[in-house]
């Protein structure tokens, strides 16, 4: 059997990640407006109030990896922190977004609770140390490249600024050109090293495979969370939106926000039995 991690991730004073109670970090790809992100958040702190998670509002202020130049990114560091900063203020919710640079950590952390690590970026040490000391909570995605077991030299990165709460986030691996898969093994291999996330909808993502942009099959996303939830998770990164198809980032995997109730409720119940 694989060992668990050591100790549990400390979010704020009320989450704690790699207890009993799973994790929900959810939102739109996209920070596209700040009522998008009010409408999202509002609605998931409710149904993960009802369904017994513990939420964590996500929307990117910059979309670096696009695979258009011509693609939306968002509305950038200044506004897209201020809007983030509004979602906390009026929903009561901690929130996450990523940072691509090194000078970006500290800007970021002034308001988000959680600085996450892009998959593409993953082994970027200058980056991971940045994050690290701001002494925030760090979640670093699995490079769709990279072998499970060697992301604990990520948070070995991490640790070396004295920062411990460091969560792991699996989101597929590269299999041909413009597909991912699933190695479930993968789950508990990371598990060993930190609590273990497991992205949902970026799983089901088809990577530049839709002419300029990526496609996605949001009829797996379902299969995938109850195998990840029936494998050992700590909890679950889903982005979900009103309108997926015509949503500016990630549209074909994003599940549609009124569906979110009965797909987590359905992960729950298995979640509940593999805890």
Known sequence: MFQKFKLPVQINSSITV???????IAGPCVIES???CLEVAEYMKNVSAK???????????????????NSFRGEGIENGLKILQTVKQKIGVPVLTDIHLPAQAKIVAEVADVLQIPAFLCRQTDLLIAAGETGKAINVKKGQFMAPEDMQYAVEKILSTNNH?????????SFGYHNLVVDMRSLPIMRQYAPVIFDVTHSV???????????GKREFASYLAKAAAASG????FIETHPDPENALSDGPNMIPLTEMEHFLNEVFLIYQHSA
């Open 34 to 36: 700040e009522a998008l």
């Open 165 to 173: 709460n460091i969560l792991l986030t699996e989101r597929g691996t």
């Open 18 to 24: 790699g207890e009993k109670k799973p994790l929900l």
């Open 233 to 236: 998770v700590d909890g679950f």
């Open 205 to 215: 993502q088809m990577p530049g495979g839709n002419a300029g942009k990526s496609g």
């Open 51 to 69: 369904l017994g998670y513990n939420y964590i509002f996500k929307a990117s202020f910059d979309k670096a990896n696009r695979t258009s130049g």
